[in-house]
């Protein structure tokens, strides 16, 4: 097992993955949601190569375990195209996710209100 000492603790490697993964479960539930309700499939080609992208995206995100939220994030790593259509998707399935997988909602939304909190703390 590897370990790293980060912001003054012990931290392991599989601790450092969670946020990610947690990050494109809550992206790749998103999108099949929006792609449900507009294409009627679980999956459409289009919908595939939108979160094909974002997962790569956030695989080389600069913050790595720390990542925020995307949208609270002053990095923008997605093209602006591609983030108009990842916001339109966020805005169709945010709401639905409470429903349909509210564990993924929750973790979202806190980490989105810390990093602001954050940034709020830092005047």
Request: charged content about 30%; aromatic content about 10%; glycine content about 4%.
């Amino acid at each position: 097992m590897v370990y790293f000492w980060i912001k003054g603790r012990v931290v392991c490697r599989e601790e450092m993955k969670r946020p990610i993964q947690i990050e494109m479960q809550t992206i790749e539930v998103m999108v099949r949601i929006y792609c449900r309700y507009h294409h009627g499939k679980d999956l459409c080609e289009e919908c595939g190569t939108i979160l094909t992208y974002c997962f790569a995206r956030i695989e080389k995100c600069v913050f790595g375990h720390e990542k925020p939220a995307c949208n609270s994030c002053n990095v923008h790593c997605y093209s602006p195209k591609m983030r108009e259509k990842v916001k339109s998707i966020m805005r169709f399935s945010g709401p639905k996710m409470i429903y349909k997988h509210p564990y993924l909602a929750i973790v979202h939304l806190v980490k989105e209100k810390r990093k602001k909190m954050l940034s709020l703390a830092d005047f």
